[in-house]
């Protein structure tokens, strides 16, 4: 399975770096629009984003929209020593935010912690999805040890370009389904799996 993942992740990754900054800009305002719409989005105080890195798509644009309805963004930032994502609240991009773990926007440790327990919606972070709301990450296993943690109450949501979308994420027993994808072309609404 790890080579299955490994050579799925690679594929996507290229065929994602080789979208036009037109197209990627495009998309991400049509990702963000639908999401921010959502109304477990609306709903929801206390936010769980992710930034952008390399050619994801904009998630700024949904942050900004979380920040201009008042709720906390919480940004995740990598601690290394515990092999975890700590999660921390972010209002200002421009000053807060900085190239982290592996080149990966993070918020300052100065920014406040968010409880985990206070997380009411996620914008999970993939490289690859299939319409069942399995995911393959980058590898490092960093959401799959946080997402476990979040409440079950909490939306599990992720953003992707079309071409992301694939037939069949190669998935192991423990892998759960998201929420919901949403792509520029479609939202895709798999059964919510039992946490």
Known sequence: MREAKRALRERILRARDALSAE????ASAAVAKTLAARPDFIAARVVLLTLPFGSEWDTQLLLASALERGKTAAVPRVDLEKRMLDVHAVCDLAREVAPGY??????????????LASIEWVLVPGVAFDVRGHRIGYGGGYYDRLLPALPRSAARVA??????MVDEVPTAPHDFALDAIVTEAR???????PR
């Open 159 to 164: 953003g992707a370009f079309e071409l992301q």
């Open 187 to 193: 939202t895709i609404a798999p059964v919510r799996s």
């Open 23 to 26: 197209i990627r800009a495009e």
């Open 102 to 115: 592996r080149g990966i926007p993070e918020p300052s440790a100065d920014c406040p912690l968010v409880p």
